[in-house]
């Protein structure tokens, strides 16, 4: 099974795949952030898109080998999630959509504390919401169609 992990920053992704999935969880910002400096610029997009590749077919490799793998991308819009299903459906392997959808509150409160725990230094594979990148980034979002969700998380 391959879990395809769905919402906007602070929805509860990692968290639930940390403590409620038993497999690798795979993400992008925790590959970037761990190989290359944190502001990229022009180049951000390209080098995500390798990881984002990379990381793709170290989940096929994984379920094909009889793990389960969850990628931690968030799939903020519909091409990529139907481009994802179809990529792994190509290959016969299961992945399935979990879309994370918290109380608008729960999440700020999240964010808040994850900025916190960054600038302490007791996390480093996330980036920090200040400063308008939430609401950036929130403009990207496209909520997925519920045809498209497999498990629907509110909490």
């Known amino acids: ?32 952030l761990r190989l290359f400096p944190p502001y990229l610029g022009e180049r951000h997009g390209e ?26 991308f968030g799939f903020w819009t519909r091409q990529s999630r139907m481009e994802a299903k179809a990529f792994f459906a190509a290959l016969g392997l299961d992945a399935r959509l979990y879309y994370f ?18 600038r302490e230094g007791r996390i480093r594979d996330c980036y920090p919401m200040e400063g ?6 929130d403009a990207r979002f496209e909520v997925p169609l519920p045809s498209e969700v497999d498990v629907w998380i509110m909490g």
């Open 1 to 32: 099974m391959i879990y395809l992990l769905c919402g906007r920053v602070g929805s509860g992704k990692s968290t639930f795949a940390r403590r409620r999935l038993a497999c690798p969880c795979l993400s992008c910002d925790t590959l970037l």
């Open 47 to 72: 080098i995500q898109a390798k990881c984002t590749a990379y990381l793709m077919d170290l989940a096929v490799e994984l379920a094909q080998n009889g793990s389960d793998a969850a990628l931690d």
């Open 101 to 118: 959808d918290p109380p608008e509150r729960l999440r700020l409160d999240r964010l808040q504390g994850r900025d916190r725990a960054i």
């Open 132 to 137: 308008g990148v939430r609401e950036i980034l």
